[in-house]
């Protein structure tokens, strides 16, 4: 599914090289290159991600940061720094920001970014109106033998309030299980949920989060193996002291607890700590046969959401949902049913149809994104430039036109790089 995007950022290459990564993803990316100008074109048509580089000079970040919440409040905001900022940052610096990106950062990292931003605004809608207490998280729906051994996992941690680490990979759906725990353990809802996004949490930010909280509160800390080594060390320091006075701690982590612990270092006791109770949520090629039944559950919602007719899958679609590999994973299954809701009508959805979406993903196995690992930025600015006059069958013009910059960057650029050859 397409999102739409605002990349507020000054410096031309970078603009041109994030928005080439955004819009091969399929995305719909505006550009602006001051605070000013990004505030005129939010306020014309809100995007769902705001994409801000975080040093512009301009307005007061904070009062830039409520102006875009209060004239569109489901928007996200990802907000870019160098990572020298982000390690003095000021503690404002996160307020009202969905996900903060330290310069550098790799295309996995904005194209993650931005497809959990879209995912959180989808499920925060599916979500309004509905019962939240009792209500399984889709992720977490169907009968297969993977998904079921995990509900019965979750319902007995349930009872504990022991440590309990939940893995997976990137979209299968550990922030959703995570909330579903705490809601199980607190069904009267008594407690706070205290979430933590450790790549951005500091000593200073932890001492201010964990003085909020009481004994009824829960923790979840997003990405635990992402914590700063000195967050870290602090952490466990109060683990060690049992000086932590909230009632349990939830923790996420992608891939496995070995990997995490390969790369962890010193931060390695801390894993081990918070690994009392371990759940790992299964792929989504791993549940083939949960597919049909996700996908029942979501399209009533997603047809309410755009205000259509309601819409079933045929056999045949079941079928060649259940064929395909879901490299993405929920959010990937979730954008493609939106996508077919919004771009079709009828109450069937033929295997025709799921055929055309998913050839036309930026996910699918003949389509992958180029492979830019390795390469410094000059040489990603250069294969951008150089693809995108290429496209445009060698018009300078034209190609300056799709990348956001004036034709003499270019020309300027095609001749340092004759000079330098």
Known sequence: MTTPILLIESADSLRMV??????????????????????????????????????????????????????SPGSKILMTVPQTVLQQRPESLTDDVFDILAKPFDELRLLTAVADAHTEILRARLAKGSDTTSRIPISLIGTSPAITSLRERLEAFAQSSAPVMITGENGAGKADCARHLHRRRDPSQSGTLQEIACRIATPDTLVTDLANATPETSLLLHEIDHLPAQAAQYLLER????????????????????????????????????????????????????????????????????????????????????????????????????????????????????????????????????????KTLADIERTVIEQAIRQHDGSVPKAAKSLGVSPSTLYRKRENWEADA
């Open 18 to 71: 994030y928005r080439d990564i955004l819009e091969r993803a399929g995305n719909s990316v505006r550009c602006a290159t001051t605070l000013t100008e990004g505030l005129s074109t939010y306020h014309d048509d809100p995007p769902c991600v705001v994409i801000l580089d975080g040093l512009l000079e301009g307005p007061d970040h904070t009062a830039t940061l409520r102006d875009f919440q209060a004239s």
């Open 239 to 374: 683990i060690r002291a049992d000086d932590l006075n909230v009632r349990a701690i939830i923790s996420t982590l992608e891939g496995s607890v070995l990997d995490a612990l390969a790369r962890a270092g010193q931060s390695s006791e801390l894993i081990h700590r918070l690994n009392a109770l371990p759940l790992n949520l299964p792929r989504l090629a791993q549940r083939q046969s949960d597919l049909h039944e996700i996908a029942e559950a979501a399209l009533p919602e997603l047809c309410a959401v755009e205000k259509r007719g309601s819409m079933r899958l045929s056999d045949e679609a079941a079928k060649q949902l259940a064929a395909y590999d879901w490299p993405g994973n929920i959010p990937q299954l979730i954008n493609t049913l939106h996508q077919i809701v919004v771009l079709h009508s009828g109450p069937s959805i033929t295997a025709q149809i799921i055929c055309e979406v998913l050839e036309d993903s930026p996910l699918a196995p003949d389509s992958p994104a180029p492979d830019l690992t390795g």
